[in-house]
């Protein structure tokens, strides 16, 4: 029995790859670990780390109970991480997969390090830069979460209990790791804000969490009609798309596993 179990689990593995397989090369950049800008801001004292999984040979999300979209992210374990790169990629146009590439592995990391939602992450990322290293909007905000420098500050004074300057973090968040992990730190903290509310942490990573705020006290509906939320809606049903089939298909190999084990 035991043989055949094996044997179901190298043939559903074998399949898989062979339906996730694409041309696309994943360039899971270390880049980050070298970076003196990085390594400042979180040093092993200043992680403010919520679950680690480092060595495991999957992402691993316990504590996302409650997606964004319909996305059950309490199973992105069932695949590898290779496996689980390809999915994504193959969700976003082929024009955007090589700058995603580039940042894939250590969004994921950074997703599972704070236990965010992943996809709702990089749906705020696809929004806010397309996933553009270099993108600078009117407001000055930059990089692929399109950090603030305000609001860099805020987060390195107060969740990272950093002293930095207002001039000197211009210059953290327009480094590609730091800006993503600010961001991913963010979204956590106006997730807990807004008492686990997507659709209210969303609009107020747009607009700000006092404009929301200000908003409700006044009566006004927020995130219904709102373009932005749209967006990133529109965003994460595209890039949890096909992970959302591929669960469907894992769970009908787990399933005959399960059935052939009794």
């Known amino acids: 029995m035991t043989i055949v179990i094996v044997g179901l689990l190298v043939i559903s593995l ?14 899971a950049k270390e880049v980050f670990k070298s970076s003196s800008l990085y390594q400042t801001l979180f040093s092993e004292k200043n992680m403010m780390v919520e679950y680690e999984s480092e060595f495991l040979a999957y992402y691993h999300f316990p504590k996302v109970k409650n997606a964004f979209g319909n996305a059950d992210v309490t199973k992105v374990h069932y695949f590898s991480k290779e ?30 390090k704070y236990q965010v939602d992943p996809f709702w992450l990089l749906a705020v990322m696809w929004t806010e830069s397309h996933f553009e290293n270099m993108s600078v909007s009117t407001r000055s905000a930059v ?9 860099g500050h805020f987060i390195a004074q107060n969740v990272l209990k950093k002293e930095v300057g207002h001039k000197e973090i211009k210059n953290y968040i327009r480094e590609p ?31 700000g969490p006092s404009r929301v705020l200000s908003r409700l006290n006044s009566g006004h509906s927020v995130g219904f009609r709102n373009e932005y939320m749209n967006k990133v809606k529109s965003s994460y049903e595209k890039i949890s798309l096909n992970f959302i089939s591929a669960i469907k298909v894992r769970n009908v190999y787990i399933d005959s596993i399960y059935v052939a084990s009794n």
């Open 14 to 27: 074998m399949a898989w790859q062979i339906f996730i397989k694409t041309n696309d090369k994943i360039e």
């Open 83 to 112: 496996e689980f790169h390809q999915i994504i990629l193959s969700t976003v146009p082929e024009e955007l997969r090589p700058k995603l590439s580039s940042y894939l592995s250590f969004v994921l990391k950074t997703a599972q």
């Open 143 to 151: 990089g692929l979460m399109q950090i603030l420098p305000q609001t």
């Open 177 to 207: 790791y730091v800006n993503i992990e600010l961001g991913a730190i963010y979204l956590k903290k106006l997730l807990k804000r807004f008492n686990n509310n997507y659709r209210l942490a969303t609009v107020a990573y747009n607009m």
